[in-house]
């Protein structure tokens, strides 16, 4: 990216307006969408891959007002009962925000270079301290990108223990 979108700004607010109302109506939002909703949604999915792109504007509205609606609507509020994984506090969901919009791949970052490998570093163990589990027991703390780094790191994990064994 060169240059930012001159739709960037009008669709950042866009997405501030629909995090902010639905976080202040997410006690009284239906956990289920609707079943037309839902059809809905599907039905709007390309088929094929578009020649050209819709712009980051049209493309906001659309996730806002087409495929959202068909997702559950309110499953880190306080009358989901599924499975605990999408509730969030508030000042997680902001965190999450504001670490996507900076996109850091601590992976390719180098102590020193940045605080990034710090942080995590940090934050590896405090997670250790909440499930306490000694510091010194885990030295080699990092998290993970994703389904192949996992396989890759767990890979090597247990290579560099049946070398040591």
Do not use: C, W
């Not at 995090?19 to 037309?36: A, C, G, K, V, W």
């Not at 965190?95 to 850091?104: G, I, K, N, P, R």
Request: hydrophobic share 35%.
């Amino acid at each position: 990216m060169s240059q930012p979108s001159p739709e960037f700004d009008d669709s950042l607010e866009q997405v501030l307006n629909h995090i902010r109302e639905r976080h202040h109506n997410l006690p009284t939002l239906p956990i289920l969408s609707p079943p037309q909703t839902i059809s809905e949604s599907i039905a709007s999915l390309p088929i094929t891959l578009p020649h050209e792109g819709k712009g980051t504007y049209e493309t906001t509205s659309y996730l806002i007002n087409t495929l959202l609606p068909g997702i559950l609507q309110a499953q880190n509020g306080p009358r989901y009962f599924g499975f605990v994984v999408g509730g969030v506090t508030e000042s997680a969901q902001l965190a999450e925000v504001l670490s996507s919009s900076y996109d850091e791949n601590v992976q390719v970052t180098l102590p020193g270079v940045t605080a990034s490998t710090a942080i995590e570093s940090r934050t590896l163990e405090l997670v250790l301290d909440l499930v306490d589990i000694p510091k010194e027991r885990y030295l080699g703390r990092t998290i993970t990108t994703g389904a192949t780094a996992s396989n890759v790191l767990g890979l090597g994990k247990f290579l560099g223990t049946a070398i040591r064994s």
